[in-house]
C-alpha cells in the first residue's frame, strides 16, 4: 500500500497541486477515505491470511494460480521500468520547484547523452 501511496502522491503532480492551492483538499480527502482506506483494509487482511514473502505476486499466485501470479509479477515489472525513467526525468524540475526563483533554467538543461 506504501507503494502506493508512492506512486500517487509522487513528485509529478507537485507543481500542479500548488498552483490549485487548498481546493484540491476535497479530492485528497475522498481518495483517502474511498481508495487508501480500503486498500489498506485488503492488504492487512492478505497479509495475515498469507504472511510470505512476494507480496502481490504471491497473492495472485496462491489465489489464482501460476498463469495469474506471473502476469501480476509482470505487470509489477513492466510498471516498474515504466516509471523509472520517468521520475528520473521529473527530477530536474521538482529541484527547480524546491530552489525557486533563479532555478527556471534546470529543467531545460538537457543533462544526459545527446
Request: aromatic share 16%; with cysteine.
Amino acid at each position: 500500500m506504501l507503494a502506493q501511496v508512492l506512486c500517487v502522491v509522487g513528485s509529478a503532480w507537485v507543481g500542479v497541486a500548488a498552483k490549485l492551492g487548498r481546493a484540491h483538499a476535497a479530492f485528497w480527502i475522498g481518495a483517502i477515505l474511498l481508495y487508501y482506506v480500503p486498500l489498506a483494509a485488503v492488504v492487512i487482511y492478505l497479509n495475515r491470511a498469507l504472511p510470505i514473502e512476494g507480496g502481490l505476486y504471491e497473492w495472485a499466485k496462491q489465489g489464482f494460480g501460476d498463469f495469474l501470479g506471473f502476469l501480476t509479477g509482470w505487470n509489477l515489472w513492466v510498471y516498474a521500468v515504466i516509471c523509472v525513467p520517468t521520475i528520473l526525468f521529473m527530477v530536474p524540475t521538482d529541484i527547480s520547484y524546491l530552489i525557486g526563483r533563479g532555478a527556471e533554467w534546470l529543467p531545460e538543461t538537457g543533462w544526459g547523452p545527446r
